[in-house]
């Protein structure tokens, strides 16, 4: 079973930025598609980015598109989400995600490994 551990959440101003990573604890997380999802308070889960195993194809939720940019890095087992000009409205619980797909799911449902999340607050 394939566990995630993410990093890099905290407090931050509008405008400021933070980088989300996502280690995985086995080499075939390299293998497949990596999603980012966040809950915010009192809302459902919701997509937020994916990459595909190889790096060559990524997806974003419009209101992030231009804002924030996913990568990987499959020899350190690891998963980024660069989140810049960070708006209140990006206040959630993030999570990684990843499963034995190699196209791009947004539907959560279609993951089968998560980690514990971190907490991303935007102050205004």
């Known amino acids: 079973q394939v566990q995630l551990v993410e990093s890099g959440g905290g407090l931050v101003q509008a405008g400021g930025s933070l980088r989300l990573s996502c280690v995985a604890s086995?080499?075939?997380?390299?293998?497949?598609?990596v999603g980012w999802f966040r809950q915010p308070p009192g809302k459902e889960r919701e997509f937020v980015a994916a990459i595909n195993w190889s790096g060559t194809t990524t997806y974003y939720r419009d209101s992030v598109k231009g804002r924030f940019t996913i990568s990987r890095d499959n020899a350190k087992n690891a998963v980024h989400l660069q989140m810049n000009s960070l708006k209140p409205e990006d206040t959630a619980v993030y999570y990684c995600?990843?499963?034995?797909?190699?196209?791009?799911?947004?539907?959560?449902?279609?993951?089968?490994?998560w980690g514990q999340g971190t907490q991303v607050t935007v102050s205004s």
């Open positions: 995600a990843t499963g034995r797909r190699r196209v791009i799911e947004m539907n959560p449902a279609e993951y089968d490994y």
């Open positions: 086995e080499r075939t997380f390299s293998l497949y598609t």
